[in-house]
């Protein structure tokens, strides 16, 4: 039935959706859950839109020295907002690939979040996020095995609490 895997991953970052293509290609029947977006913190939030902006900073940082490579290059500013646009521009396209991966190796996408109920038995409640097209909804799934990869969370340190000013996750630095 529609409800029934050989292998169901909950979360979908680089370690689930990997481990959920892998399976698929060893003829498991494989289905993916996420709640927010394909590709989990890493592609969407943390590791590849940093890097993103880390670039543009090292990018800005040589034309502010361009004698040192011969060149010339007057009045170099920068845009903000430009900057994060181009990150998120990376990320979204990363993550339509992911998509993209999933509907190739024939892996079921299950938008929400997962609950374990028991061995072999998850629940999945609504997302706050749109679900992508062709999606499975909220609802009671089963499988063989249930793997976790869940991924991580910004470390939060008491008197260190992100404020949007001084003290920022990958989060602030994004929005």
Same mark, same amino acid.
């Given at each position: 039935?529609?409800?029934?895997?050989?292998?169901?991953?909950?979360?979908?970052?680089?370690?689930?959706? /990997?481990?959920?293509?892998?399976?698929?290609?060893?003829?498991?029947?494989?289905?993916?859950?996420? &709640? %927010?977006? $394909?590709?989990?913190?890493?592609?969407? =939030?943390?590791?590849?839109?940093?890097?993103?902006?880390?670039?543009? !900073?090292?990018?800005?940082?040589?034309?502010?020295?361009?004698?040192?490579?011969?060149?010339?290059?007057?009045?170099? %500013?920068?845009?903000?907002?430009?900057?994060?646009?181009?990150?998120?521009?990376?990320?979204?396209? $990363?993550?339509?690939? /992911?998509?993209?991966?999933?509907?190739?190796?024939?892996?079921?996408?299950? =938008?929400?979040?997962?609950?374990?109920?028991?061995?072999?038995? *998850?629940? /999945?409640?609504?997302? &706050?996020?749109?679900?992508?097209?062709?999606?499975?909804?909220?609802?009671?799934?089963?499988? &063989?095995?249930? *793997?976790?990869?869940?991924? !991580?969370?910004?470390?939060?340190?008491?008197?260190?609490?992100?404020?949007?000013?001084?003290? =920022?996750?990958?989060?602030?630095?994004? /929005?």
């Amino acid at each position: 039935s529609d409800t029934t895997f050989d292998v169901i991953i909950i979360g979908s970052g680089p370690g689930g959706y /990997v481990t959920a293509i892998r399976a698929a290609q060893l003829g498991f029947r494989t289905a993916i859950v996420e &709640k %927010s977006h $394909l590709g989990g913190i890493c592609l969407n =939030w943390g590791c590849i839109p940093t890097k993103a902006l880390l670039r543009s !900073a090292e990018i800005y940082h040589h034309m502010q020295h361009p004698e040192a490579y011969g060149l010339k290059a007057d009045n170099v %500013s920068f845009d903000p907002a430009a900057v994060v646009k181009r990150s998120r521009g990376v990320s979204k396209r $990363l993550a339509d690939g /992911v998509g993209f991966l999933m509907k190739k190796n024939k892996v079921s996408v299950i =938008w929400g979040a997962a609950t374990l109920d028991a061995p072999g038995k *998850i629940t /999945v409640a609504a997302a &706050k996020t749109e679900a992508p097209k062709g999606a499975l909804g909220p609802g009671s799934y089963q499988a &063989k095995h249930i *793997i976790l990869a869940t991924g !991580a969370r910004p470390r939060v340190l008491p008197g260190l609490e992100p404020d949007g000013k001084l003290v =920022w996750t990958y989060f602030e630095a994004m /929005v």
